[in-house]
């Protein structure tokens, strides 16, 4: 069994403590990383304090240049990281929609290159005969990033990429389920960057609160659930580091009558169940008329049930595992309270037997808001279809939940649809899609879904403080 050890000040770390790292869709260990403890995290965040002075001075094309060749350094080791990725989150190399470990490690690198080359330049906000005045973007400094396990190399590199392009520099601590991939990616990194700017812990929650509650670090990236999201935000309110939380989703489509079921069911299978539906801006409750109602969960259950699941190494998978045992068990307990509330299983609604963590691709219908199935997050491959009968209806359920990342609707037309999209309280909404975030566009949650927004200019400003710098002329 593969150990791989951590990356602190550009040395690489083994320790006497080890986390076995399990393959989801076996059941059993299949690789190990090194792990640190509080003390250790202590002094990863001393190596990155040390470089960040050099790093935050280094000329702003050269640290674009040595991003590009972090993304060339992904692309040229794709097929070991996209293995890696696989035996780690049970998602498969290719997957449903062609959403698997192939989608991540191509995101990665396009996220990457395109931040290398977002600028940052003053912005000059008067130059007149009294004076000039400019405001300009400063680095923070130590940024602690804390990444989930569900998509574990395209979220770091969605944190590491715009603080290291800011400036900052970074002490990263993956999740315990799936931190092989990252622990790789930062030894790759290594062989590019300065000592010290890019760190990686290893460790369960008391490594994670170690580095949120540390006076060094200046700023805190989190995805992950909206109670740990609570806690993190309490631990740094002692030094007032900055946020940026993107946190719980239950997002909700909401289908208008006009649409064709058979054309428009495959797109809402998919944007349900990709990644197993183990993604924060996954497509969670599905509102429609009643005039479609029963085809369209009759469609659904067919795809559910003809979807293949499987060994995410295996040809022809669309689905793998849930990822861990404890999420397994999160989702059958949702199936089963489903049954007891009175929903019906249209397709799936067990576990398979197996030494794995596979779960059948499921569709509920009958149920609607109050029920634990619709109003709490799921992040596995059961999804509830909601009955409505008018689209103000449709918009008040979609609304009644404490979280607010995405949302869609479904429709011919366009105009109703915006219409319909722009009185949702969320914080994208996509119109014939959901969950399609891109490098150039601003992504984050409203209500208890989070606090900031990542990608793009947007995201990259998270990553610094302004400076307003005025010149007097008079």
């Given at each position: 069994?593969k150990?791989?050890?951590m990356?602190?000040?550009?040395?690489?770390?083994e320790?006497g403590?080890?986390?076995?790292?399990?393959?989801?869709a076996?059941?059993?260990?299949f690789?190990?990383?090194?792990a640190?403890?509080?003390?250790?995290?202590d002094?990863?965040?001393a190596?990155?304090r040390a470089?960040?002075?050099a790093?935050?001075?280094?000329p702003d094309?050269?640290?674009?240049?040595?991003?590009?060749a972090?993304?060339?350094?992904?692309?040229s080791?794709?097929?070991?990281l996209?293995?890696?990725?696989?035996?780690?989150?049970?998602?498969p190399?290719?997957?449903l929609?062609?959403?698997?470990a192939?989608?991540?490690?191509?995101g990665?690198?396009?996220?990457?290159?395109?931040?290398?080359?977002?600028?940052l330049?003053?912005e000059l906000?008067?130059d007149?005969?009294?004076?000039?005045?400019?405001v300009?973007?400063?680095?923070?400094?130590?940024?602690?990033?804390?990444?989930p396990?569900?998509?574990?190399?395209?979220?770091s590199?969605?944190?590491?990429?715009?603080?290291?392009?800011?400036?900052?520099?970074?002490?990263?601590?993956p999740?315990?389920?799936s931190p092989?991939?990252?622990?790789r990616?930062?030894?790759?990194?290594?062989?590019?960057l300065?000592?010290?700017?890019?760190n990686?812990?290893?460790?369960?929650?008391?490594?994670?609160a170690?580095?949120t509650?540390h006076?060094?670090?200046?700023?805190?990236?989190?995805?992950?659930?909206?109670?740990?999201?609570?806690?993190?935000?309490?631990?740094a309110?002692?030094?007032?580091k900055?946020?940026t939380?993107?946190?719980?989703?239950n997002d909700?489509?909401?289908?208008?009558?006009d649409v064709?079921?058979k054309?428009?069911?495959?797109?809402?299978?998919?944007?349900?169940f990709?990644?197993?539906?183990?993604?924060?801006a996954?497509l969670?409750?599905l509102?429609?008329?009643?005039?479609?109602?029963?085809?369209?969960?009759?469609?659904l259950?067919r795809l559910?049930?003809?979807?293949?699941?499987?060994?995410?190494?295996?040809?022809?998978?669309?689905?793998?595992?849930v990822?861990?045992?404890?999420?397994?068990d999160?989702?059958?307990?949702?199936a089963?309270?489903?049954?007891?509330a009175?929903?019906?299983?249209?397709?799936?609604?067990k576990?398979?037997?197996?030494?794995?963590?596979?779960?059948?691709?499921?569709i509920?219908?009958?149920?609607?808001?109050?029920?634990?199935?619709?109003?709490e997050e799921q992040f596995?491959p059961i999804l509830?279809v909601?009955?409505?009968?008018?689209v103000?209806?449709?918009?008040?359920?979609?609304?009644?939940n404490?979280n607010?990342?995405g949302?869609?609707v479904?429709?011919t037309d366009?105009?109703?649809?915006?219409?319909?999209?722009?009185?949702?309280?969320?914080?994208?909404?996509?119109i014939?899609?959901?969950?399609?975030?891109?490098?150039n566009?601003?992504?984050?949650?409203?209500?208890?879904?989070?606090?900031?927004?990542?990608?793009?200019?947007?995201g990259?400003?998270?990553?610094?403080?302004?400076?307003?710098?005025?010149?007097?002329?008079?």
């Amino acid at each position: 069994m593969k150990s791989y050890p951590m990356i602190i000040g550009g040395k690489a770390v083994e320790t006497g403590s080890t986390i076995a790292v399990i393959n989801p869709a076996l059941g059993e260990p299949f690789a190990q990383v090194h792990a640190a403890d509080a003390a250790l995290a202590d002094v990863a965040v001393a190596a990155a304090r040390a470089a960040f002075p050099a790093w935050s001075a280094t000329p702003d094309a050269e640290r674009s240049r040595l991003l590009h060749a972090l993304g060339s350094a992904l692309d040229s080791h794709t097929p070991e990281l996209m293995e890696l990725v696989t035996c780690e989150t049970g998602k498969p190399l290719r997957g449903l929609n062609d959403v698997g470990a192939g989608m991540e490690l191509a995101g990665a690198i396009a996220w990457t290159h395109f931040t290398a080359d977002i600028p940052l330049e003053p912005e000059l906000v008067q130059d007149d005969e009294q004076a000039r005045v400019e405001v300009h973007r400063k680095p923070l400094g130590v940024v602690a990033s804390i990444t989930p396990w569900n998509w574990p190399l395209m979220i770091s590199i969605w944190h590491v990429i715009p603080a290291l392009r800011a400036g900052n520099t970074v002490v990263i601590k993956p999740s315990e389920y799936s931190p092989v991939a990252v622990s790789r990616f930062v030894e790759l990194a290594n062989a590019i960057l300065p000592p010290g700017v890019l760190n990686v812990v290893n460790g369960a929650a008391t490594v994670g609160a170690a580095l949120t509650g540390h006076p060094d670090v200046n700023k805190i990236v989190f995805t992950g659930s909206t109670r740990t999201g609570k806690q993190i935000m309490s631990g740094a309110s002692a030094t007032l580091k900055r946020l940026t939380l993107e946190l719980g989703g239950n997002d909700a489509g909401i289908v208008l009558p006009d649409v064709d079921v058979k054309a428009v069911a495959p797109k809402l299978f998919g944007a349900g169940f990709h990644n197993n539906g183990q993604t924060c801006a996954c497509l969670k409750r599905l509102y429609v008329h009643d005039s479609q109602y029963e085809a369209m969960c009759e469609e659904l259950a067919r795809l559910a049930r003809n979807a293949k699941v499987g060994n995410g190494l295996d040809a022809g998978v669309d689905l793998g595992p849930v990822q861990n045992r404890a999420q397994l068990d999160i989702v059958n307990a949702l199936a089963v309270d489903a049954r007891e509330a009175g929903g019906h299983i249209l397709a799936g609604g067990k576990p398979l037997e197996s030494k794995g963590f596979f779960f059948e691709p499921t569709i509920v219908a009958g149920l609607t808001n109050g029920s634990r199935l619709v109003d709490e997050e799921q992040f596995g491959p059961i999804l509830p279809v909601v009955r409505y009968s008018d689209v103000d209806e449709a918009i008040r359920l979609a609304n009644d939940n404490p979280n607010g990342l995405g949302g869609s609707v479904w429709s011919t037309d366009s105009a109703a649809a915006l219409a319909v999209a722009r009185r949702l309280e969320c914080g994208t909404v996509w119109i014939n899609e959901h969950g399609a975030v891109q490098p150039n566009a601003p992504f984050g949650g409203v209500k208890q879904s989070g606090i900031g927004v990542e990608f793009g200019k947007h995201g990259l400003a998270e990553f610094t403080s302004i400076q307003t710098v005025k010149i007097s002329k008079s």
